[in-house]
């Protein structure tokens, strides 16, 4: 079956480490992102990627960074720089240049601080 | 500014009922794109519908259905016949700008839906 696998499901961190989650699709889509939802709030984009070894920040790029070495996975690693890493983490992916083709999502990373 | 806006935390439906979830979005780009997802407890974000900017009419898939107000900036979500499984998060994000490229979507802060028997 196609589509987008994270892991881990659940992380736990202690404070000052980086931690990096991972994000692989199947569905040979030329576009991924990250995305960060806190309790209660919609989702914040962090990192996109349009195409292999290339990446834009998003809204809340700081204290993150990603990279894109192939088409099929986008690790995102979140940095000790990052104030407030406790959040879920989901991880999307679309078809590149089409207007109404929908994002998938993965099941999510839920990340917490320790 | 508040680029979609979801005024309504909360809904409490009775079985069977239809119910509108609200979503008003603000965009100065001629072309945009309007997306629904549906996020249940597990997590995972689920593509419902979607309307175009350019498109004459709304969009509906299956019991979904999008009552897009263009004037007014209004891309209202209808659920007919509303089930015990359709209980969850409900969002409404926004895709700007050009049409070859990334979905970079926008998205409010999503109305919790819940169905009772």
């Known amino acids: 079956d196609g589509g987008i696998t994270q892991s881990p499901k659940y992380l736990f961190r202690k404070e000052g480490q980086n931690v990096t989650l991972s994000c692989e699709q199947n569905?040979?889509?030329?576009?991924m992102y990250w995305y960060r939802q806190d309790p209660g709030q919609g989702l914040r984009l962090i990192y996109y990627?349009?195409?292999?070894?290339?990446?834009q920040k998003g809204d809340i790029a700081e204290g993150y960074s990603v990279s894109r070495e192939k088409k099929e996975s986008f690790p995102l690693t979140v940095t000790s720089a990052q104030k407030n890493p406790t959040a879920f983490y989901l991880c999307?992916?679309?078809?590149?240049?089409?207007?109404?083709?929908?994002?998938?999502f993965g099941q999510g990373t839920r990340l917490t601080v320790v | 500014a508040q680029k979609i806006t979801q005024t309504q935390p909360g809904m409490f439906v009775q079985e069977k009922e239809a119910v509108t979830l609200d979503c008003t979005y603000d965009?100065?780009?001629?072309?945009?794109?309007l997306f629904w997802y549906k996020q249940p407890s597990s997590g995972e974000m689920i593509f419902l519908i979607y309307?175009?900017?350019?498109?004459?009419q709304n969009a509906t898939e299956g019991r979904y259905s999008l009552n897009f107000q263009k004037a007014r900036k209004s891309a209202n979500l209808v659920i007919s016949a509303s089930q015990l499984g359709d209980s969850a998060m409900y969002f409404c994000?926004?895709?700007?700008?050009?049409?070859?490229?990334?979905?970079?979507?926008?998205f409010g802060q999503g109305t919790r839906l819940t169905i009772n028997p």
């Open positions: 965009t100065s780009d001629p072309s945009y794109g």
């Open positions: 990627s349009q195409i292999v070894n290339d990446f």
């Open positions: 999307a992916s679309s078809t590149f240049g089409i207007m109404n083709t929908e994002a998938f």
């Open positions: 994000a926004m895709r700007e700008g050009e049409i070859q490229g990334a979905q970079k979507l926008v």
């Open positions: 569905l040979n889509h030329d576009a």
């Open positions: 309307q175009g900017s350019y498109d004459q």
